[in-house]
């Protein structure tokens, strides 16, 4: 069965950096675009930032663009999401997400699978 794990998370300070990781397991994870998302505390999830089956594409939401960088290792099965500069508004439960195809979707809906999350906390 398809498994999202993601790790990572923690407590940074404001301008800190952290590296999120997304292990994949039980599809063929090089046919697939990814995306992280994230949920703050009484939001909705909001899409963060994807990348194509074979690494060719990346995107961003304006928020992280610049400030967060997508990756993934087709060898290894895992998705990236390195942080930099964080600030307080970064806060949330990140969560990372299988697309429906090669393709990149900013689309939350259209991500079939999702992992349980690993949280971020960003203090002023």
């Known amino acids: 069965q398809v498994q999202l794990v993601e790790s990572g998370g923690g407590l940074a300070q404001t301008g800190g950096s952290l590296r999120l990781s997304c292990a994949a397991s039980g599809f063929t994870f090089s046919s697939y675009g990814m995306s992280w998302a994230r949920q703050a505390p009484g939001k909705g999830v909001e899409w963060v930032s994807g990348?194509?089956?074979?690494?060719?594409?990346?995107y961003y939401a304006d928020s992280v663009k610049g400030r967060f960088t997508i990756s993934s290792d087709n060898a290894k099965n895992t998705l990236y999401l390195q942080m930099t500069r964080l600030k307080p508004e970064d806060t949330a439960l990140y969560y990372c997400a299988k697309g429906r195809g090669g393709w990149v979707t900013r689309e939350v809906d259209e991500h079939d699978y999702w992992g349980q999350g690993t949280q971020v906390t960003v203090s002023s």
């Open positions: 990348i194509s089956s074979d690494g060719s594409d990346t």
